[in-house]
């Protein structure tokens, strides 16, 4: 494993159940998310994309629906989130009775959002397939872990979301 597949080895593997994480950590991950996205908005921009890097866009660069789910929340707008623009955990997962970390007897405030390509998410799995497609190797971990089907996007507080509190 190289140096970025071990800080997102070390990422999934945070207690989803347990602590949140604390802006601290968030803030030790900044890096690793700038570069991705840096790398991404390069390669965009580039004219002529060899096989490997138009592979590389389509696994990393999500476009579409993301999810995050908060199970400590307020009743009402802000609902008692920290919108600190610091890259967070969402999902692209359509199926919360996928995801292991969600309780089915729990209430939760889902927040979702529509990425585009100007303003895209990194997929942390079309990473990891990106790298076996190459010969890399990577496995971030269990299935649970694969259905959750992370994405890397900040928490930020715009017109851009839509907030509903669902219990499934």
Not at 98 to 117: A, E, F, G, P
Not at 120 to 129: A, L, S, T, V
Request: glycine share 6%.
């Amino acid at each position: 494993m190289n140096q970025t597949d071990k800080l997102i080895y070390q990422w999934l593997q945070h207690s989803k159940e347990g602590y949140a994480r604390d802006k601290s950590e968030l803030i030790k991950y900044e890096g690793l998310w700038s570069h991705l996205k840096k790398v991404i908005s390069d390669l965009k921009s580039k004219p002529d994309k060899d096989k490997f890097e138009n592979d590389f866009l389509s696994y990393l660069m999500f476009t579409g629906t993301i999810y995050r789910y908060h199970k400590k929340f307020e009743p009402s707008y802000p609902y008692g989130i920290d919108f600190d623009g610091l890259n967070h955990s969402w999902t692209k997962q359509t199926d919360p009775k996928k995801m292991y970390i969600l309780n089915q007897d729990t209430k939760y405030l889902r927040i979702s959002r529509v990425l585009t390509y100007d303003d895209f998410g990194i997929d942390i799995i079309g990473y990891q397939d990106c790298g076996n497609k190459y010969g890399e190797n990577i496995n971030f971990g269990s299935p649970a872990i694969q259905d959750e089907q992370e994405i890397i996007y900040p928490l930020k507080d715009d017109d851009k979301n839509k907030f509903e509190i669902i219990k499934f």
